[in-house]
C-alpha cells in the first residue's frame, strides 16, 4: 500500500510548500498529493484554498493575484514561525523538487461552472519537464476536468475524486478512462474496492492519518493512503 503525503507531509510543515515536499521526502513518502491553480496571468500554482486568507498574509482570491503578486506573500508563517518566508510554488518548481520515481498525484482545482483549461497548461508543463507519463496522476473533484483530459490524451493517468457514495459506482466510472479513483475513506468498502479492480482501476482514500484506519483500508486491498503524517506508516 503507497504512502502519499497530502499536501506535502502537512502535519509538520505548511501545506503546499517546498518545506512540506522535503519533509516528505524525509519521511521516506511513496509520492505527494499537491493542489493547483491558475493565476491571474495563467500560471500554475501549488494552493489549495480559493482565497488566500488562510495559508498567506495576504487576502482576496487567489484568481485574481498574478504570479508576481503571490511571491510576494509569505505562505508559512501561518504554520509555524520556523517556516517564515515560505513562498508559494509553481508546478514548474515542484517538479524541480519530486524525484521522478516518487508518485505525483496534482490535483486540479477548478470552481463550479468555471471553464479556465487548466487541465492545458497542466500536461503543457507535464509535456515539457518529460514527466507526463512518468508516475503523474491527474485528479479532480470536476469530473468534467477529467473527461477533458480523457479526450486530450487517454493514456495520462487520471483520478477521479469522489466525496460521497455513488448509487452505482462502476457504471458511473464506465464514463471515463480512468486509472484510479480518490475517495474519502469513509465511503470507502472493499466491495467497491473489488468491484473496481475487476476493471483495473485502483483506490486511494484520503485522508488517512491514524494506523488503525490504514489498516481497515489495507485489509479492503487500496493502492494508498493519502495522508498528512507520512512517517507513521
Known sequence: MKIVAHRGASGYAPENTKASILEGLKQKCDGFEVDVQLTKDNEVVIFHDWSLERTTNGNGFLKDQTLTELKNLDIGSWFSKEFKGEKIMTLKELLEIVPIEKLLNIEIKVRHGEINQIEKKVIEILEKSSRLNNNIIIS??????????????????????????????????????????????????????????????????????????????????????????????
Open 140 to 233: 479532480s473533484f470536476d469530473h468534467r476536468v477529467i473527461k477533458k483530459i480523457n479526450e486530450i490524451n487517454p493514456e495520462i493517468q487520471v483520478g477521479l475524486l469522489i466525496t460521497a457514495g455513488l448509487l452505482d459506482l462502476k457504471n458511473y466510472v464506465s464514463n471515463f478512462n480512468l486509472y484510479s479513483i480518490h475517495c474519502g475513506a469513509e465511503f470507502i468498502n472493499k466491495i467497491n474496492v473489488d468491484d473496481l479492480k475487476e476493471i483495473d482501476i485502483k483506490t486511494y482514500a484520503w485522508t488517512v492519518n491514524t494506523l488503525e484506519e490504514s489498516k481497515i483500508l489495507a485489509s479492503f486491498g487500496v493502492e494508498g493512503i493519502i495522508t498528512n503524517y507520512p512517517d507513521i506508516f
